[in-house]
């Protein structure tokens, strides 16, 4: 089992920065893939962000591309998100997940998740 616990969520204008960091424990990650989901109100979870642990093989979603940027530290086994030029819309709880596998981008893909963090960003 891999426990997941996300940090960094927080409240920022519009345009500002955020850093979401998400430690994982329980298993080696050696052939997983980490990825990033986030859920407004009112909406069902959708796919932001996944990395290949290993092969560090990176894909996100067309309407976070060119402004989020996911990455992982080996050592510290913790997979980041850096989130820039935020707008109203990426306001959700972001959560954190991971599966034994190739990418994927669809929430019932993955096995383990994280308890969620708020990003609220303001107009």
């Known amino acids: 089992q891999v426990q997941l616990t996300e940090s960094g969520g927080g409240l920022v204008q519009a345009g500002g920065s955020l850093r979401l960091s998400c430690a994982a424990s329980g298993r080696t990650l050696t052939f997983y893939t980490m990825a990033w989901f986030r859920q407004a109100p009112g909406k069902e979870r959708e796919f932001v962000s996944a990395i290949r642990w290993t092969w560090d093989n990176r894909v996100y979603a067309d309407s976070v591309k060119g402004r989020f940027t996911i990455s992982r530290d080996v050592a510290k086994n913790t997979i980041y998100l850096q989130m820039n030029s935020l707008k109203p819309e990426d306001t959700a709880i972001y959560y954190c997940?991971?599966?034994?596998?190739?990418?994927?981008?669809?929430?019932?893909?993955?096995?383990?998740w994280g308890q969620g963090t708020q990003v609220t960003v303001s107009s």
């Open positions: 997940t991971s599966r034994l596998g190739d990418m994927a981008t669809i929430a019932s893909a993955y096995v383990y």
